[in-house]
């Protein structure tokens, strides 16, 4: 038997591959399964949704009946998640269905010992009022050696991998805006 060569395997193995592409025993069909050969999808109210808690982009097929989510699973046609869900992905269902989650805004005054429910309009003006007091209190023109900086170093904004990146830049943008130096973002931590 003569020996095969690296060459004669390597040009077997091309015309091998090739001919099974082109007669149609071999190829991306063959592959992987197709993935809307699945039916996982429920007749109740579904509703296709990506998930919130980073910035992948995983697909999910939401159900509810009523008004009440009844159900949430990956999205077999999604083409980043394909149907599966990582550990956060499959724990959407709690979030929407947990009588411990907070529904309405909660305050403790300094020094309190009570919780009070306030508004959303009540929330942000207070954030906002602190957020300006904070820094005006701490602005500083100019640094040690005369330079305009114009600048507070008393806020910091940390970004969280759920925003795209349209959100990152405009949160960046806002906070650049309000003098801030520290940025920092979760997805680098």
């Not at 591959?17 to 069909?29: E, I, N, R, S, Y």
């Not at 947990?98 to 508004?119: C, D, H, I, P």
């Not at 806020?155 to 759920?162: D, P, T």
Request: aromatic share 8%.
């Amino acid at each position: 038997m003569e020996e095969l060569s690296r060459r004669d395997f390597l040009k077997l193995s091309g015309g091998t591959t090739a001919g099974l592409v082109l007669f149609g025993k071999l190829g991306p069909a063959k592959l992987a399964p197709s993935v809307s050969s699945f039916s996982l999808k429920k007749k109740i109210g579904e509703k296709i949704s990506i998930c919130p808690f980073d910035a992948t982009g995983c697909g999910f097929i939401v159900a509810s009946e009523g008004g009440k989510i009844t159900n949430i699973e990956g999205d077999p046609e999604h083409p980043i998640n394909r149907g599966g869900a990582c550990s956060k992905g499959a724990s959407l269902y709690q979030i929407a269905n947990n009588e411990r989650r907070l529904s309405q805004v909660l305050y403790r005054a300094a020094g309190g010992t009570k919780w009070e429910e306030k508004s959303w309009e009540w929330a942000l003006d207070e954030i906002a009022k602190k957020i300006k007091t904070t820094r005006d209190a701490n602005w500083k023109e100019k640094d040690k050696d005369g330079y305009v900086v114009n600048r507070t170093e008393a806020i910091a904004s940390l970004g969280g991998a759920g925003l795209d990146n349209e959100e990152c830049y405009l949160l960046s943008k806002a906070m650049r805006a309000l003098g801030l130096v520290y940025l920092e973002h979760q997805a680098r931590l």
